[in-house]
Nanobody
């Protein structure tokens, strides 16, 4: 049974940093691309970043967020710097079908329950 458990969210001020973590189990972690998505209230879930045989970032994350993974520990991370109020959302970890990092949410087959990030101005 695949499980993805996010952690590291919280309430921070604009300009602060957070590091999100995702613990994965029940899958061949090293052979799958992993991604971060987020969903703000009243908005659709949107792509943030993914890592597989390469890395991919949404325009909003480029230069501010860094995705990484530890295949030995089955962990996925998202370092978020210079946070803005518009980064406020529920952040989800997801695993794809194959190693290609993609921004299309339909490429991801397993999802965590999310960790809340709230950035105050």
């Amino acid at each position: 049974q695949v499980q993805l458990v996010e952690s590291g969210g919280g309430l921070v001020q604009a300009g602060d940093s957070l590091r999100l973590s995702c613990a994965a189990s029940g899958l061949t972690f090293v052979s799958k691309a992993m991604g971060w998505f987020r969903q703000a209230p009243g908005k659709e879930r949107e792509f943030v970043s993914a890592v597989g045989w390469g890395t991919l970032y949404a325009d909003s994350a480029k230069g501010l967020f860094t995705i990484s993974r530890d295949n030995a520990k089955h962990m996925l991370y998202l370092q978020m710097n210079s946070l803005k109020p518009e980064d406020t959302a529920l952040y989800y970890c997801a695993t794809a079908r194959n190693p290609q990092p993609l921004g299309d949410r339909t490429a991801y087959i397993y999802w965590g329950r999310g960790t809340q990030v709230t950035v105050s101005s």
